[in-house]
C-alpha cells in the first residue's frame, strides 16, 4: 500500500527534479523541456519506489533496468540520476557543453545508471527485449522498465518491438508510453494519430494500463500491478501533459525543443515553487 | 601454408558451425535471425541451442536492438541476415545502437555481391561494404574461401566489440588449409611479387591469384595481397605494396566508387601515389543470371585483372621514362 508519506516525499522529489530540468536548460542554452516535464513523476516513482538499483554498484547485473528510449528528454534522467546519487548536482550545470559527460541526448557509458544511447526515436524497447532473453538464460530476475514518447510510437521499429515482447512471453517488462499528445512540430493527433493505442497494445498482446502520468499514486499502483502479470508484458500509457508545472510550456508545441530564457527561468522557477 | 586446393564451399557455410563450436568450448554465444537462417547456415546453430537462437521474423531493426540488449547483458550476440538488409535495412540502428556504443555485436551479413545470382539486384549487395565503413569503430571482414571465413568468425566472438563479416553464397574455390592464421586488420601476403600488386577481397582472391599465374607467363611479377579486413585498413601494407611495386589494382565484388578501391586510392594517394586500377561494380547494378555468368558479363574475371594490371604497368613505365614518378 503506497503510504502518503510516500507520495509527500516523491511530491517533493518531482518539484526538485523539475527545478533542476528548468536550470540546467537554461544554462545550457538549448534542449528539450517540454518531455523532460512531461515525464518527471513516471521517473520519481521508478527510481525512488519501483527500482531495484544501487547508485553505487551501477553495473549491478541483477538491477532492474530503466531504458530512456526518447531520448531527448534526457535532462529529466541526469536530475533524477542526481537525485538518487549516481553523479553530482552540480555537474548538471554542465550539460550539453563541450567536455561534460552529460550529452545533448542519453549516451551509454558516460553518466552511471545511463542504461543505453538513445536519440534516434523507436530503438530502446528492442534493447529492453535483449536483455531479458539474455536474463532469462542466465535465471536473472531482474526487470526491465522502458519510456517512450508518443510520437515515438510512430517509428516502425517500436510496432516490430511491440510484436515481439509478447511472443517471448516478456512478462519482466514494461513499456511506459509517455502520452503528452505533443510531438516535435505539432500535435500528435494532427500529425499522424496513434490511437486507440490501448486497444492496439491489448490486440498485440499486452496487459495495459491507463493512468494520470502525473499522478504518483496511480503509477505506484499500476507499476504494482505490472509486477503481477505473467506470460505478457505491461504497457502503462500515461496521460501527461508536455511542459507540465511550467504554465507557458504547458501543451505548447513551441517548447519542445528550446531553452528558457534567464526571465523564463525565474518564472518557470516560481511556478513550480520550493 | 596456401596450398591450392580443388575443394570447392561457400563461406556462408562457415557460419553455423563455427558458432556450435564455439558455444561448445564455453563461449556464451547467442543468435539473433531475422527469417534467413537457412540460408545464412544460422539455423544449424538453432538446431543445437534453440534456447539461445531468437528468430525476430523479418524485422531486422528489432534484430539489431534486441542484439544490443543481449551484448550488454554479457552474451556474444551474432545477428545475421543477408548483406542487402543489414545494413541496408537497419543502417540507423547499426549507427546509433552498435557502432556509437561499442557493444559486442557480430553481424553477419550472407549473399554478399552480385554472385547472389539469379534473384537480382534487390538481393545483390553492392553497397553494403560503403554503409559499414562509413562507421566509425566497427571491424569489417570480407572472408576469402570458408577456411577464412572460419577463423573470421571465431576471432570476431573473441574480440570484444561491433564487428561485420560478409559472406558469399557460391561455392568457391578453398584458398587456405587449417594452418593459414588469420590475422585481424594484417593483409595477407598470398603471394609476393615485385612488378605490381593486385589488392583483393573475397571471392575476387582466387581470382586475383588465377590472373598472377598467368601474368607470370608473360614474365609479369604480381604480388597478390588478401586485404580480408577491409577496416581499418592495413596502411603499411598497401604503403609498401605502392612503394615496392610502383602500381595498385584493386578487385572487389563491390561498387568501387564507394568501396576498397576508393579506400585504398585515399591510402595510397595521400600516401605514395602510384597508378592505380580497379575491378569491380561500375556505377551501375547488374541483373539476375547464374552468377558466374554475371561475374563474367561485369568484368569480375581474372583476364579483367590482367587487362588492367598490364595498364597500370604501361603508366609505370610511361611515367618512369617521362621521368616524373618513380
Known amino acids: 500500500m503506497v503510504t502518503t508519506d510516500t507520495i509527500d516525499e516523491l511530491t517533493a522529489t518531482a518539484k526538485r527534479i523539475r527545478r533542476s530540468i528548468i536550470t540546467m536548460l537554461t544554462e545550457a542554452g538549448g534542449g528539450h523541456p517540454g518531455g523532460s516535464l512531461s515525464a518527471v513523476e513516471i521517473l520519481c516513482a521508478l527510481y525512488f519506489d519501483v527500482l531495484q538499483h544501487d547508485p553505487k554498484r551501477p553495473d549491478w547485473p541483477d538491477r532492474d533496468r530503466f531504458i530512456l528510449s526518447k531520448g531527448h528528454a534526457v535532462p529529466v534522467l541526469y536530475a533524477t540520476l542526481a537525485e538518487a546519487g549516481y553523479l553530482p548536482v552540480e555537474e548538471l550545470m554542465t550539460l550539453r557543453k563541450l567536455g561534460s559527460r552529460l550529452q545533448g541526448h542519453s549516451k551509454i557509458n558516460t553518466v552511471p545508471g545511463i542504461e543505453m544511447s538513445a536519440g534516434s526515436l523507436g530503438q530502446g524497447l528492442s534493447y529492453g527485449i535483449g536483455q531479458l532473453l539474455a536474463g532469462r538464460l542466465d535465471g536473472r530476475d531482474f526487470r526491465v522498465y522502458c519510456l517512450l514518447g508518443d510520437g515515438e510510437c510512430q517509428e516502425g521499429q517500436t510496432w516490430e518491438s511491440f510484436m515481439c515482447a509478447p511472443f517471448h512471453q516478456l512478462d519482466r517488462l514494461v513499456a511506459i508510453i509517455d502520452r503528452n499528445g505533443v510531438q516535435n512540430d505539432w500535435f500528435v493527433n494532427e500529425t499522424m494519430e496513434i490511437d486507440p493505442l490501448d486497444a492496439k497494445l491489448a490486440a498485440f498482446g499486452w496487459h495495459v494500463i491507463s493512468v494520470d502520468g502525473h499522478d504518483l499514486r496511480q503509477l505506484l499502483d499500476a507499476l504494482e500491478e505490472a509486477k503481477g502479470v505473467t506470460g505478457r508484458p505491461t504497457a502503462i500509457i500515461a496521460k501527461t501533459v508536455k511542459g507540465k508545472g511550467v504554465s507557458f510550456m504547458e501543451n505548447n508545441p513551441a517548447w519542445h525543443g528550446k531553452a528558457p530564457s534567464a526571465e523564463q527561468m525565474e518564472q518557470a522557477l516560481a511556478e513550480i515553487g520550493e | ?326
Open chain 2, 1 to 326: 601454408m596456401t596450398a591450392v586446393s580443388p575443394a570447392l564451399a561457400a563461406t556462408r557455410e562457415a557460419f553455423g558451425p563455427t558458432l556450435i563450436r564455439l558455444a561448445k568450448e564455453g563461449l556464451p554465444i547467442v543468435v539473433v535471425d531475422a527469417d534467413l537462417g537457412a540460408s545464412t547456415t544460422a539455423r544449424k546453430f538453432r538446431d543445437e541451442y534453440p534456447d539461445r537462437f531468437f528468430s525476430v521474423g523479418i524485422a531486422e531493426q528489432n534484430m539489431i536492438g534486441i542484439s544490443c540488449g543481449l551484448a550488454a547483458a554479457g552474451k556474444v550476440a551474432f545477428c545475421s541476415t543477408f548483406g542487402v538488409f543489414l545494413p541496408g535495412r537497419c543502417f540507423d540502428q547499426i549507427r546509433v545502437s552498435v557502432a556509437q556504443t561499442g557493444l559486442n555485436v557480430k553481424m553477419v551479413a550472407s549473399h554478399g555481391g552480385i554472385s547472389v545470382g539469379e534473384d537480382g539486384i534487390s538481393a545483390q549487395s553492392i553497397e553494403d561494404l560503403a554503409i559499414i565503413c562509413s562507421l566509425p569503430g566497427v571491424w569489417v571482414i570480407v572472408p576469402a574461401d570458408v577456411e577464412e571465413a572460419r577463423q573470421a568468425i571465431e576471432t570476431a566472438a573473441r574480440t570484444p566489440g561491433p564487428f561485420y563479416i560478409r559472406t558469399g553464397r557460391p561455392k568457391i574455390p578453398v584458398i587456405y588449409d587449417d594452418t593459414y592464421r588469420f590475422q585481424l586488420g594484417k593483409a595477407h601476403l598470398l603471394r609476393p611479387g615485385s612488378d605490381v600488386t593486385v589488392i583483393a577481397l573475397g571471392i575476387m582472391v582466387h581470382r586475383a591469384l588465377d590472373a598472377a599465374t598467368a601474368l607470370e607467363q608473360e614474365g609479369i611479377d604480381c604480388r597478390v595481397l588478401n586485404m580480408a579486413t577491409l577496416r581499418p585498413l592495413d596502411e603499411e601494407a598497401i604503403v609498401a605494396a605502392a612503394r615496392e611495386t610502383g602500381a595498385i589494382v584493386t578487385a572487389e565484388e563491390h561498387l568501387i566508387h564507394s568501396g576498397m578501391a576508393a579506400m585504398v586510392s585515399q591510402v595510397v594517394g595521400s600516401k605514395c601515389p602510384v597508378p592505380m586500377g580497379a575491378v569491380g561494380m561500375r556505377d551501375q547494378y547488374a541483373e539476375s543470371g547464374r552468377w558466374e555468368e554475371l561475374l563474367e558479363k561485369y568484368h569480375l574475371t581474372a583476364e579483367e585483372i590482367v587487362r588492367q594490371v598490364k595498364e597500370v604497368m604501361a603508366r609505370k613505365q610511361g611515367a618512369r621514362s617521362d621521368g616524373r614518378s618513380g
